[in-house]
């Protein structure tokens, strides 16, 4: 993409502090549009607009706690009183902090992850949609992820929060297309981000997983924010209610790909 595809865009990235957030940020930044940073932390909010107005872009960063609907509406009604539009938004908040199996899962583990990764998200698509209704036109991102789509042991929650996000994806998008509003979706792989440190730090299980991913590597930020920005920009003005997987392979290979292990000890799965 050009300068033009997102210029003079208002786009505002709810969770845009770290990882695929923030390189959404510089990728829309680098598209011309003014960028609008949105997260739990002001100073690191503000330090990621620093980066994308270094970039040459306008931005600006304002706290947001996504568990709270009435924030969510009045960081979109602020935008659009500062700005007159809100044409973007990139709905990348999201929490993956236990790692157990389903049947030991607790209530309170349950609604940690939905509140944010569902019901906030939600609450937040819902503002930012409603004005962009009233206005006739608007693109919507969300930040899935790869195992709603093939489901990975001890997800829970997770798994089925960002199932129902697709859902919701594509629900909105049938709702919402004929008012000139597009709703799609990115379903991330495995990301060098904060949520996969621990992963990437143990030798064992950093191979095991790069043995499911027939590209052999866990994809950059870069490369989430690069499809977030098209999504998002009018070079995919007749795409919506899509899910774009972005996971160096892994899905397609889930069931047929032979691991890396295998291919090296010569077993017959080759």
């Known amino acids: 993409m050009t ?22 940020v510089l990728a829309l930044a680098n598209e011309g549009a003014v960028v609008i940073v ?5 100073d690191a909010a503000q330090q990621v607009a620093a980066e994308a107005t270094a970039l040459g872009a306008k931005a600006e960063g304002l706290a947001l706690d996504i568990l709270d609907p ?17 044409d973007i938004l990139v ?8 790692w157990t199996r389903a049947e030991k899962v607790t209530p309170d583990m349950w609604d940690t992850v939905m509140d944010v990764n569902l019901r906030g998200l939600f609450f937040a698509v819902q503002a930012g949609g409603t004005h962009m209704l009233q206005n006739g036109r608007g693109s919507i991102v969300s930040v899935s992820s790869v195992t709603a789509a093939v489901g990975v042991t001890r997800g829970m929650p997770y798994v089925a929060s960002k199932g129902g ?5 594509r629900s909105l998008a049938i709702e919402w297309a004929d008012r000139g509003v597009r709703v799609n ?24 997983l790069l043995d499911t991913v027939p590209m052999a590597r866990f994809a950059h930020p870069e490369e989430v924010g690069a499809v977030i920005a098209f999504l998002a920009s009018d070079a995919a003005s007749y795409i919506t209610g899509q899910t774009i997987i972005v996971d160096g392979g892994f899905a397609a290979g889930r069931n047929s790909f032979p691991s890396r292990s295998a291919q090296r000890s010569g077993s017959p799965n080759e």
């Open 3 to 24: 300068m033009a595809a997102c210029s003079g865009k208002i786009a505002l990235v709810v969770g845009g502090t770290r990882g695929i957030g923030r390189a959404s």
């Open 70 to 86: 009435a924030q969510s509406k009045a960081a979109v009604d602020g935008v659009v009183g500062r700005y007159g539009a809100l």
């Open 165 to 169: 996000m697709d859902a919701m994806t």
């Open 38 to 42: 949105a997260g739990r932390s002001i």
């Open 91 to 98: 709905a990348n908040a999201g929490i993956s902090p236990y």
């Open 185 to 208: 979706g990115v379903a991330p792989g495995y990301i060098t981000t904060d949520m996969t440190h621990g992963m990437r730090e143990n030798d064992v299980l950093k191979q095991s």
